[in-house]
């Protein structure tokens, strides 16, 4: 399979933060404890393999995660955002505030509601963050759904019956995952895997995940914060799947009620004539 390669933003992040802070590079790199030389070289992009305490440097001196230092285009966020970066509230540290997706709009600048389909669903998973693939997504403009950020995904297996396999599930952008309500219907996407998983999602005090399925033949298991890349709360779900006339599950209560109610005229007293 091939793979799809993302861009790293790290060498032109550094150099939009030193100069957002008014630092001239000598002036950096003594904050730092690196040559100006070296400074510059990684700003410009030279050093293509930087130590992994260089990394862990610059993430403690600007106080932004790694993952957004290698993955953001800092310099396309708004300043409310860049402020809120700033201020710790980083997407990758905690769930965040951060808006790194991106996003179409229609000509009354209503945004558009992307859609994932199979065949894309691994490079989604390697481009989720990549302006040019999401703009290559289908997009609708649903009346219905205002005031937020939707994207449709179609749902592979049972493991969430009794919503079908194939649905296609509508979930809305979370950016706070810790303020989840305790098994939220989401759409997740994870590290290291070539698709994304929908499950009941349950935030954990240790910095986890509990993830569980409708289907109780599927066991729950947890996933740590740093794992996660994007989470999307259910909103609804369509599937050309016709239901049956009547679920097992519901033949069973009407049979109950059917019995008690049968148990109750056996045992209420009759009158005597």
Known sequence: MKSVNQKIFFASNIKFLRIRQGLS????????????????????????????EDYLNFSNFFAVSIDTLLKVNLPLLGELKLRELESGND??????NLRVLAISVDKSNNEHVEYVPI????????????????????KYSLPHLQGGTYRIFPIVGDSMLPIPDGSD????????????????PCIVLLKGQQDFVFKLVSWLPEGQFLLSSLNPAYRPYTVAVEEVLEVWKFHAYS??????????????????KDLERHVRSCTQPRSLD
């Open 25 to 52: 590079q000598e002036a950096a790199a003594e904050k730092l404890g690196l040559t100006r030389a070296k400074l510059a070289s990684i700003e410009a992009g030279n050093t293509k393999a930087p130590q992994p």
């Open 91 to 96: 997407v990758f540290i905690k769930g965040g």
């Open 239 to 256: 599937t050309r799947v016709f239901p049956d006339g009547q679920s097992d599950l519901s033949m069973v209560m009407a049979a109950i």
């Open 119 to 138: 065949k894309a669903k691994a490079g989604y998973a390697a481009s989720y963050a990549d302006p040019e693939f999401i703009a290559s997504l289908p």
């Open 169 to 184: 599930v509508t979930g809305s952008y979370v950016e706070d995952w810790t303020a989840l309500p305790a098994g939220t």
